[in-house]
C-alpha cells in the first residue's frame, strides 16, 4: 500500500509505468483488441493514462484504462476517467468498473471526480429499466460517478 503523502497521479507514477505519459493534450486516445476511447480535453491541461487491467490491478474484476487530468479548478486535485474496451459484454463491463472504482487505490482523496466509461460495439436494447440504467443510477448515488456508454472512436469529453 503506498502512502497518501502526494497526489494520486504522483503515486501511480512512483509505483507503475504509464501507457501514455503526463504531458499537457488536447485530445487523448487509447485503444485495446480492436476497440477505441477517444476524448477530447477541454480546457487543454495535463493527462496520463495508466492500463489498470495487469499492471495497476492484477486479481479480480477491474477496467481496462484509467485516464487522469487535472481538474483545471484546482491543480492539487485530479479527474479519473475510467475505462472499460468491450465487443458487447456490458453487464460484465458494469462490474468490472464497480470493483475498480471501489478499489483502495481509486479512495485517495485527490482524485475529486470519477467518471465510468464503457465503450462497446454493441449495447443491448434499451427498454427502460436494463441492467445499464440501473447501473448509472447506482453509480451517481453510490460512487457521485457519471457512468456513460459509448460506440468506438465516439467521442467523449473530459
Given at each position: 500500500?503506498?502512502k497518501q503523502n502526494n497526489d494520486?497521479?504522483?503515486?501511480?507514477?512512483?509505483?507503475?509505468?504509464?501507457?501514455?505519459?503526463?504531458?499537457?493534450?488536447?485530445?487523448?486516445?487509447?485503444?485495446?483488441?480492436?476497440?477505441?476511447?477517444?476524448?477530447?480535453?477541454?480546457?487543454?491541461?495535463?493527462?496520463?493514462?495508466?492500463?489498470?487491467?495487469?499492471?495497476?490491478?492484477?486479481?479480480?474484476?477491474?477496467?481496462?484504462?484509467?485516464?487522469?487530468?487535472?481538474?483545471p479548478a484546482d491543480t492539487k486535485?485530479?479527474?479519473?476517467?475510467?475505462?472499460?474496451?468491450?465487443?458487447?459484454?456490458?453487464?460484465?463491463?458494469?462490474?468490472?468498473?464497480?470493483?475498480?472504482?471501489?478499489?483502495?487505490?481509486?479512495?485517495?482523496?485527490?482524485?475529486?471526480?470519477?467518471?465510468?466509461?464503457?465503450?462497446?460495439?454493441?449495447?443491448?436494447?434499451?427498454?427502460?429499466?436494463?441492467?445499464?440504467?440501473?447501473?448509472?443510477?447506482?453509480?451517481?448515488?453510490?460512487?457521485?460517478?457519471?457512468?456513460?456508454?459509448?460506440?468506438?472512436?465516439?467521442?467523449?469529453?473530459?
Open positions: 500500500m503506498v494520486i497521479c504522483t503515486e501511480l507514477l512512483a509505483v507503475h509505468a504509464p501507457e501514455q505519459e503526463l504531458k499537457v493534450r488536447k485530445s487523448i486516445s487509447t485503444s485495446e483488441k480492436g476497440v477505441r476511447y477517444t476524448a477530447t480535453v477541454n480546457p487543454e491541461r495535463e493527462t496520463v493514462v495508466f492500463q489498470v487491467d495487469g499492471c495497476i490491478i492484477c486479481d479480480g474484476d477491474k477496467c481496462d484504462k484509467l485516464v487522469l487530468s487535472k481538474n486535485m485530479w479527474i479519473g476517467h475510467f475505462v472499460e474496451l468491450k465487443h458487447s459484454d456490458v453487464e460484465h463491463a458494469i462490474d468490472q468498473l464497480e470493483a475498480t472504482i471501489r478499489h483502495t487505490v481509486f479512495k485517495h482523496p485527490s482524485l475529486t471526480r470519477k467518471y465510468a466509461r464503457i465503450v462497446a460495439t454493441r449495447f443491448p436494447a434499451n427498454n427502460g429499466n436494463t441492467p445499464f440504467e440501473r447501473a448509472r443510477e447506482r453509480f451517481a448515488d453510490k460512487y457521485r460517478c457519471n457512468l456513460k456508454r459509448l460506440k468506438p472512436n465516439q467521442p467523449d469529453s473530459i
